[in-house]
Nanobody, 127 residues
């Protein structure tokens, strides 16, 4: 059974930083992407950043380029998301997911199997 557990969410002031972590287990494939997605109230879930296990290729949504950085550890099946310069557009529940997809599929949320998502962690940006 595939399991993903996120950690690291919380409250941060505008301009501040947070680091999210995700630990995945229960799968044996060496070819996959680990991704971060977010969903704000009243909005659709969107891909934030994804990384490929094969070549380390990363995808970033335009809204986070230059502010967020994704890194992964294939041996441990973990992925982290360093979020800097957080702004009022960033608050959401952040989810981790895994799929046998390239990192470029980050922008196609529906392509990620529904069984391979974490429970999410809340990120709040407020002064």
């Amino acid at each position: 059974q595939v399991q993903l557990v996120e950690s690291g969410g919380g409250l941060v002031q505008p301009g501040g930083s947070l680091r999210l972590a995700c630990a995945a287990s229960g799968f044996t494939s060496d070819s996959y992407a680990l991704g971060w997605f977010r969903q704000a109230p009243g909005k659709e879930r969107e891909g934030v950043s994804c990384i490929s296990s094969i070549d380390g290729n990363t995808y970033y949504a335009d809204s986070v380029k230059g502010r967020f950085t994704t890194s992964g550890d294939n041996a441990k099946h973990t992925v982290s998301l360093q979020m800097n310069s957080l702004n009022p557009e960033d608050p959401a529940v952040y989810f981790c997911a895994v799929a046998p997809l390239p990192s470029s599929a980050c922008g196609i949320v529906a392509a990620w199997p529904s069984d391979y998502w974490g429970q999410g962690t809340q990120v709040t940006v407020s002064s």
